[in-house]
């Protein structure tokens, strides 16, 4: 009987010890990932001026299909 509640007991010990541990990992990961993000500069105002100077062209919408004479003759 004694040896039985020894089992038991060692065994609560062993889940309360893996689930802190896995509490501890879990929470250095949360820091981890906000250190992270506050490491994300936004884009410095010299390279929004540059992008904004570079200007953006409308994509032309193209047919690419070729038509049934050009597909036959392979032209």
């Given amino acids: 009987m004694a040896n039985k509640k020894k089992?038991?007991?060692k065994k609560k010990?062993?889940?309360k010890r893996v689930a802190k541990e896995k509490?501890?990992?879990d929470a250095k990961k949360r820091t981890q990932e906000k250190t992270a993000k506050s490491s994300?500069?936004?884009a410095t105002q010299r390279s929004q001026i540059m992008s904004?100077?570079?200007p953006k062209g409308n994509p032309v919408m193209t047919n690419n299909?070729?038509?049934f004479t050009q597909?036959?003759?392979g032209g």
Avoid: F, I, N, W
Wanted: glycine share 0%; hydrophobic share 30%; charged share 35%.
């Fill in 65 to 67: 299909k070729s038509s």
């Fill in 40 to 42: 994300l500069k936004p």
């Fill in 13 to 15: 010990d062993r889940e």
């Fill in 7 to 9: 089992q038991q007991q």
């Fill in 23 to 25: 509490h501890a990992a």
């Fill in 52 to 54: 904004a100077a570079v």
């Fill in 71 to 73: 597909r036959r003759t």
